[in-house]
């Protein structure tokens, strides 16, 4: 696995629990799913993303997606 599939696998986990916090918690937890959103889309347009850092740290390969 390379650092864009990991980056794109985590947000695609995080989506999902938040969504399920939500429903079985509390509806404040969609200001967990915006953030997840907004962190994705400046992602897109900057090519920097705090989890794609994390990762590389860890020592998961070098995609082409994030700096």
Known sequence: MNLDRAVLAF???MTLLSVILTHFVSPWFLL???FIGLNMLQ???TGFC???LVFKKLGIASGCAFR
């Open 50 to 52: 705090p989890a794609a």
């Open 43 to 45: 992602a897109a347009f």
């Open 11 to 13: 947000a695609g986990v």
């Open 32 to 34: 967990f799913t915006a």
